[in-house]
């Protein structure tokens, strides 16, 4: 069962679907990630597609983020990230958007400082997907962008974006990408 590691709501348990529905980051990816984005963290706005079970937006929020937004596709799913997050004391911060991450990306208000993609890593790049934050504004204009990814692949140019940073954990990897202004 994931849980959250640090901050105001360390070492509280998330409630994960049963049946493999979800394949959450790693204990020690998120740890790594979040020691890369401490500083970034107090006051930011942030985005976890593909949320699963909102262990990336709940550490967020856990950390200090004064917003975070969970997109989550599956209904049931959706609904235990916001039952957390009531039983957390933070649906005030944490916030659930229950569709497909193209069609909530068409409904949000941003900007966001911090946008988290963790597909299934099957898919494609989503390289649409990127577009489509940058045309909709959903970017801070000195946002960061976190693609999880299966390590094996290899990331082509995303258009509009530049890389930053790419950290390799095992079989998953962590692709840092600031847009283009």
Same mark, same amino acid.
């Given at each position: 069962?994931? @849980?959250?590691?640090?901050?105001?709501?360390?070492?509280?348990?998330? @409630?994960?679907?049963?049946?493999?529905?979800?394949?959450?980051?790693?204990?020690?990816?998120?740890?790594?990630?979040?020691?890369?984005?401490?500083? !970034?963290?107090?006051?930011?706005?942030?985005?976890?597609?593909?949320?699963?079970?909102?262990?990336?937006?709940?550490?967020?929020?856990? !950390?200090?983020?004064?917003?975070?937004?969970?997109?989550?596709?599956?209904?049931?799913? $959706?609904?235990?990230?916001?039952?957390?997050?009531?039983?957390?004391?933070?649906?005030?911060?944490?916030?659930?958007?229950?569709?497909?991450?193209? @069609?909530?990306?068409?409904?949000?208000?941003?900007?966001?400082?911090?946008?988290?993609?963790?597909?299934?890593?099957?898919?494609?790049?989503?390289?649409?997907?990127?577009?489509?934050?940058?045309?909709?504004?959903?970017?801070?204009?000195?946002?960061?962008?976190?693609?999880?990814?299966?390590?094996?692949?290899?990331?082509?140019?995303?258009?509009?974006?530049?890389?930053?940073?790419?950290?390799?954990?095992?079989?998953?990897?962590? $692709?840092?990408?600031?847009?283009?202004?």
């Amino acid at each position: 069962m994931p @849980r959250i590691t640090s901050g105001s709501l360390g070492s509280r348990k998330l @409630r994960s679907p049963k049946g493999g529905q979800v394949r959450p980051t790693p204990g020690r990816v998120k740890e790594s990630l979040f020691s890369i984005l401490m500083h !970034r963290l107090d006051g930011a706005r942030v985005l976890d597609l593909f949320s699963g079970t909102g262990a990336i937006g709940f550490e967020a929020a856990s !950390r200090g983020a004064s917003r975070v937004v969970c997109v989550e596709a599956q209904r049931e799913i $959706a609904a235990a990230i916001e039952e957390s997050a009531k039983g957390f004391g933070v649906s005030d911060v944490v916030t659930v958007f229950q569709a497909p991450v193209e @069609r909530a990306l068409y409904r949000l208000e941003g900007p966001f400082d911090i946008v988290y993609l963790d597909p299934p890593y099957a898919d494609p790049v989503p390289l649409a997907l990127f577009a489509l934050m940058r045309e909709r504004g959903l970017l801070a204009p000195d946002a960061l962008v976190v693609y999880e990814h299966a390590a094996k692949r290899i990331l082509p140019d995303i258009p509009g974006y530049r890389s930053t940073r790419e950290e390799v954990y095992g079989d998953v990897a962590l $692709a840092f990408l600031s847009p283009v202004n």
